[in-house]
């Protein structure tokens, strides 16, 4: 009898030690009946979440932070594992000073024929200097982990030029436009001030600018070394202050995507002639003349291309490799005309023909080229706050065959192609078709908000 009530008793206390024990402990599952007398799964946070100043947030040793499901906008960015600036969108605004290879001019303006005398214009390369430029970008993550996103971007390195306006003849002084003659075979000049003969001027401008847009799908190879923070107060809006992100990683992505660029340049000779005697003897005759050569270059391809990111603190450091692989649609434009005013009297109709731009040469050239154009980034950045990034980078890409105009100007001609064209005249100046390569590379300054 007294061992049955010790042992009653004994079970009693083993009973509540073991209900103790248990509830000193996390439970990942316990079975509860339910209203309908079944079993239904509770949470092991639930206890946690239900009190007061509780966080959404727990963490593990070995898988890092975990978003609870009843987050709410937190679960978009916060407690996950991403290696990247906060917010899901992203605007850029760079200021660019970028230097381009420039355009090469023949001999155009001299005080001699061709080879000798003082050359006044050409025989150079223009618009090769430093410009200001801009660059936008608009992007945004596809998903929560931050694996895909998407770019839009465009950059413009607006209109560069070069000019030269011959003074006003005086006394005994000469200018021409210098040639060489394939029907003497020898060094010429087509006279624009020369004594007791013609006075005049001559003008050239020389004109490009460049443009760039693209679009961009992005997929994260690999990461490492996730963001040091549980959870980032720049996207947690149950955060009560909002800190600087303090990252500390590395991701690389594969950029896919499609390229537009187009590179555009145009070369004008104008020339205002009054004949001081001609070969009637007539005194005031005035010739207008005007030679244009335009090259245009439409690239349309895909591009694809690596970029790693490193992150440490508030510095990050980014290399960018891509290259776009496509079809370059090149136009050149050659244009002439002349226009000859009798003294007292009205212009005569205007001849389609120049100098430099002559019946043999004149119209419109097009063909397709397949080309690729590599382009390297450098870009250092500094996160200012949660929203804000300032950065300074490099940039260069080489893009190999280019149609210039300066390059379709040729200096063999035949005078007997000049307005009025006589017969017999030989077929100069010819079409050469010449092309260059065009690079471009400078410095980039720009901030980058993200929300």
Partial sequence: MTVRKY?????????????????????????????????TPIP???????????????????????????????????????????????????????????????SLVSTDVLGAGTILYGNSTVNDGGRSGFRTT???????????????????????????????????QIIMRPFFNVQTNQPAGELVAFPNQVEGTVSVSAKDYFQSAGVSLSYNLCSGNSCSAPCDPCDNPCAEACGPPLLNCCRTDLLVGFRYYNLSDNVTINEDLRL?????????????????????????????????????????????????VGNNHETVVIDGQTIVTPPLQPAQPPSNAGVFAGPTNSGTYQRDVFTMIPQLGLELGRQMNCHWRAYVGYNILYWGSVVRGGDQIDLN?????????????????????????????????GTEFRF
């Fill in 44 to 106: 092991a946070n639930a206890d946690a979440a239900s009190q007061p100043g509780a966080s959404p947030f727990r963490e593990e040793a070995s898988a890092g932070p975990v978003a609870s499901a009843d987050e709410g906008d937190c679960a978009e960015f916060c407690g996950l594992q991403v290696c990247s600036p906060p917010g899901r969108f992203w605007l850029r605004a760079d200021y660019l000073m970028w230097w381009t290879s420039g355009m090469k001019l023949p």
């Fill in 276 to 324: 001081l005697q001609d070969i009637r003897g007539i005194t005031g005759t005035r010739i207008q003349v005007h030679d244009s050569f335009s090259g245009r270059n439409d690239f349309y391809g895909s591009e694809i291309g690596l970029r790693t990111q490193i992150y440490r603190g508030r510095w990050s450091l980014e290399v960018l490799t891509k290259v776009a």
């Fill in 413 to 445: 001609l035949d005078p007997r192609n000049f307005p009025p064209a006589q017969a017999g005249a030989l077929p100069f100046p010819a079409f050469p078709g010449r092309t260059s390569a065009f690079w471009a590379h400078g410095v980039n300054v």
């Fill in 138 to 172: 608009v992007g945004m993550w596809l998903d929560a982990c931050r694996v895909w996103n998407v770019e839009f971007d465009y950059l413009l390195l607006p209109e560069q030029s070069s000019s030269y306006i011959s003074p006003f003849p005086s006394g005994n």
């Fill in 7 to 39: 042992r009653g008793l004994v079970l009693s206390i083993l009973a509540v030690a073991v209900l103790a024990a248990l509830g000193s402990h996390d439970l990942v599952a316990a079975d509860v009946p339910s209203g309908e007398g079944q079993l």
